[in-house]
Structures are given as C-alpha cells and as structure tokens.
C-alpha cells in the first residue's frame, strides 16, 4: 500500500505537466489559427475599404464630370450593388475579427487559470508528501515502542519473587519518556516547517498572479475600443486571487506561530528531562486524547500549561483543535492551582 501511495505520489506531478503541456500546445495551435484567421480577415478589410474608396473616388469623378450640372448624376445599379456588398462584408469581417479576439483573450486566459491550477496541485502534493512523511514517522515509533512493550508484559513473573530488582527498571524507564517525546515533537517541528516552506512558495505565486490580473486590468480599462466582457472577466480572476491570496496568508502565519511555539517548547526540553510528569487529566476539560496530544508536542507539566502566553495558547488551540477550551475552562489557572499544591508557589 505505501509503495502505491509513493508511485501515485511521483506520477502525479508527471501527469499533471504531461496535460499542461498538451493543453499548452493545443491552445498555441488554437492561437496560431486564429492569428492566421484574423490576418486573412484584415486583408480582406483592406481590400473592401480600397475597394469603397475607389467606387467613391469614381463616382466622384462621375459628378464633377457631368454635363448636366442641376440633375443628379446617374448611378450604375451596379456600382451601388457592389457598394452594399462591400460594406456587408466589411461589417462581417469586422465582427467576425471581434469574436475572434474574444475568443484568444478567452483562451489566454484559460491557460493562465491553468497555470495557476498546476501551482495549486503541486503545492497540494507537497502537502500530501509531507503528511505521507508524518505518517511514515508515526509508524516507525509505533513498530519501535512496540517492543518495549512486549518487554514490559514479560517483566512481572519474576517481579514477584525479587521485587529489589524492579525498582532500577524503573528508573530506567523513567528518563525514555523525555527523550521519546523531544523525537515525536523534532519531527511535527519538520513536518510544519515543511508545510510553510510550501505555503511560502504558493504565496509567491499567487502574489505574481494577483500583479498579472492588475496589470491585465489596466491594460483593459485603457483600451480603445472598450471590451466590457474581457473587463469583467478579468475583473472576477483577479477578485478571486485576492480571496486566495488572503486565505494563503493567513495560513502562512498560523504556520509560522504555530512553529515558533513548538520550537520554544523543543528548546525547553532540555531543562525538563529530570523532571517528572504531571498527570494532566486532572485538569477539568483535558481527557485521556488530549493529554497525549499535548505529550506528543512537548507539553507534559503541568507548570507548562500554566505559563501559557497568548501565542502559546493560541497556537496550540490550533494545533490540537480545542479551539477556545483552554480559555473557557480554565486551563491556566487549574494548571498553576495542581502545581502549587503539588510543588510550590510559581514565580
């Protein structure tokens, strides 16, 4: 299962350029033909406009030439048939070289929007590498804690008849947890820098597709004649970029917070190995789930939790999906109440 998960993951990006190539040589064949079309159509135009010119240009001619000089000049039916078809196909050439305009303007754009959607995909795949990598970890630790496990079980028997000699295993056991813990927590520190790395270099497209759509904009709003449908359209893309923008943004600094705290904590560790843990489900609101999740990201004291900053707090609200619990139940002060009891006054 896991070498499937890694061939769909390397064949995703290769699949996904394969379409963006062929979709990017289908709309340049698209745009040479129309360019092709548009230029057929302008010589066609010329040679209407030249031909009116000279139809006008003789009956002119006609007029001033005329012997009669009060009755009209006489018009050649046929002149004025041809004159009529000439600015019938003039008018069709010139709306038929509209709508092909629209159409290339519409097709460049969909080539940006697929652009942009590649970006997209790819910064998607980074994640799903990065969450594939997190999982790989996680089951390392669970197959290496597996045999301390077995261990453990098979202890007891001779516990019974010797109990002196339990004791040194327990102090043995005692100083892991840290150790295990400060790992665990090493590696979410990686996967969430990982995962701002990625954000980052997604902002930056984003940011480069927002200035494409300003610059497209003016360029539109200062073009004669005006083209209200490329206006609107152009006007919709780059309100949504801006919506993208902000919600990358926002993401980007969650991360950020969210990767300082956990730093702070892992540089913490070191001051924390002799010290034993606290038992946090004492604290009203914290359950067996989540005592483990604050476990896995350094928190194991009950002194920690009572010395929360508000980035502190937030970030590991974030971290853990508890939202607001902390704040509404009364983490801190619980927290600082079990360890005066236990411990003594905090600074």
Known sequence: ??????????????????????AWFGWQWRGSDMQKRVDELAAQIDRAQ?????????????FATSTV????????????????????DLKSAQSEARLRQD??????????????????????????RAAHTYAQVE???????????????????????????????????????????TSTLREKVTVL??????????LATLTQERDDWQRRIAKLEGQTPADPAGL???RRSLADSEKR?????????????????????????????????????QIKGIKKIISEQLRAHGIRTWRQIAQWNEDEQRAFSELLAFKNRATREQWQQQARALHETAHGPLP
């Not at 030249?50 to 006609?62: C, F, H, M, S, V």
């Not at 820098?193 to 997604?202: A, I, K, P, V």
């Not at 993401?251 to 560790?269: A, C, S, W, Y």
Request: proline letters at 7%; zero cysteines; aromatic letters at 2%.
């Open 69 to 88: 000089s009060s009755a009209p000049a006489p018009q050649d039916p046929a002149v004025v048939a041809e004159l009529q078809s000439l600015r019938g």
């Open 1 to 22: 299962m896991s070498s499937f998960l890694w061939l769909l993951l390397y064949l995703a990006p290769l699949l996904g350029l394969t379409a963006a190539l062929f």
């Open 245 to 281: 923008l902000a919600i990358a943004t926002t993401e980007i600094e969650k991360l950020r917070l969210q990767t300082q705290v956990l730093r702070r904590v892992e540089e913490g560790e070191s001051a924390l190995l002799t010290v034993p843990d606290d038992d946090l489900t």
């Open 232 to 234: 609107g359209l152009a």
């Open 193 to 202: 820098e990982g995962q701002l790395n990625t954000h980052q270099t997604g």
């Open 139 to 181: 089951l390392e630790n669970l197959r290496s804690a597996a045999p301390v496990a077995v261990e453990t079980a098979e202890t007891p028997a001779p516990v019974e008849k010797a109990e002196a000699p339990a004791k040194p295993k327990r102090k043995r056991s005692t100083p892991a947890k840290p150790k295990a813990a």
């Open 50 to 62: 030249a031909a009116l010119r000279q139809a006008e240009t003789d009956r002119a001619t006609a």
């Open 103 to 128: 159409q290339a303007a519409k097709a460049n754009e969909a080539a940006l929007a697929l652009e942009t959607e590649m970006a997209r995909l790819l910064a998607d795949l980074e994640h799903l």
